[in-house]
Nanobody, 117 residues
Framework: QVQLVESGGGLVQPGGSLRLSCEFSGFTFNAYQMSWYRQTPGKEREMVARLDTGGGTRYADSMKDRFTIYRDVAKNMAYLQMTGLKPEDTAVYYC???????????WGKGTLVTVSS
């Protein structure tokens, strides 16, 4: 059974840092593209960062200088390191696994990040 579980969200002051974690199980990690998305009430879910099956990364423009996506295959973990956080980064952050070959697509339940003083 495929499972993605996010953790690491919380309250942080503007300018602060957080590291989100995504623990996954039930699938072969290297066959999947791993991504982080975020969503705020009334808005569509947006892609934050992506790690493709070849190890390449892609970021949303507003985050590429502040966020870093990476993985630890041995631990079955994916991470999103966030720095220079801004109030507009407040959102629920979701981990996503997508297999391009079969179009299998999985989501975690999300973790809330609140950036506020």
């Amino acid at each position: 059974q495929v499972q993605l579980v996010e953790s690491g969200g919380g309250l942080v002051q503007p300018g602060g840092s957080l590291r989100l974690s995504c623990e996954f199980s039930g699938f072969t990690f290297n066959a999947y593209q791993m991504s982080w998305y975020r969503q705020t009430p009334g808005k569509e879910r947006e892609m934050v960062a992506r790690l493709d099956t070849g190890g390449g990364t892609r970021y949303a423009d507003s985050m590429k200088d502040r966020f870093t996506i990476y993985r630890d295959v041995a631990k079955n973990m994916a991470y999103l390191q966030m720095t220079g956080l801004k109030p507009e980064d407040t959102a629920v952050y979701y981990c996503n696994a997508f297999r391009p070959y079969t179009k299998q697509n999985y989501w975690g339940k999300g973790t809330l990040v609140t950036v506020s003083s």
